[in-house]
């Protein structure tokens, strides 16, 4: 079988370079997705810039944020968002309880809107109105920016077939619970 060559990463030192100002804080261990997106310097800058958003600057709660991601990657499959953002969950305070619905696809307000923003690119009245009792109208434009955002990455991640980092468990990620 003749397989069509993926774009693969960086190494972390050519990356660190590629992105210049927009690299992450050298103590931070390597990365595969940002190897990734150091092969395209001026999409990474770019794309980083706003990325850094959601994860620092967002009205939204980590717990919220994270809980979200978790279920872009489930749905997408995306075992490299999976994994990674498990381990940010569980330090934003989520339990494997909670993890655990979102693998089951339980009907919780968050699932739902994941998933209606995946299937339909846009929020039933019922799921809105859920959401916006404890959101204000920063944090559900955040939330819909956040499930876009990892939507788009969680393409990219399984389009180029970008492998875990070194020393991060996929988490079972093919058990379904």
Aim: proline content about 7%; charged content about 25%.
């Amino acid at each position: 079988m003749n397989r069509t060559r993926r774009v693969t990463p960086l190494p972390y030192a050519e990356y660190m370079e590629a992105l210049g100002s927009s690299a992450p804080d050298a103590r931070k261990p390597p990365s595969n997705a940002l190897g990734l997106l150091a092969r395209h310097p001026e999409l990474a800058k770019a794309f980083l810039a706003f990325n850094k958003y959601l994860l620092v600057d967002s009205t939204l709660p980590n717990r919220i944020r994270e809980l979200a991601v978790l279920r872009v990657a489930w749905r997408r499959r995306c075992r490299y968002e999976w994994a990674q953002h498990v381990l940010i969950a569980r330090k934003a305070g989520v339990t494997d309880e909670e993890i655990g619905l979102i693998r089951t696809g339980a009907p919780t307000p968050l699932n739902r809107a994941v998933d209606e923003l995946e299937t339909d690119s846009r929020l039933s009245d019922a799921t809105y109105e859920a959401l916006a009792a404890d959101l204000d109208d920063r944090q559900l434009m955040d939330l819909v920016f956040t499930v876009g955002t990892y939507g788009l990455l969680a393409t990219a991640f399984n389009t180029f077939e970008v492998e875990l980092d070194p020393g991060i468990p996929d988490e079972n990620f093919n058990n379904p619970e």
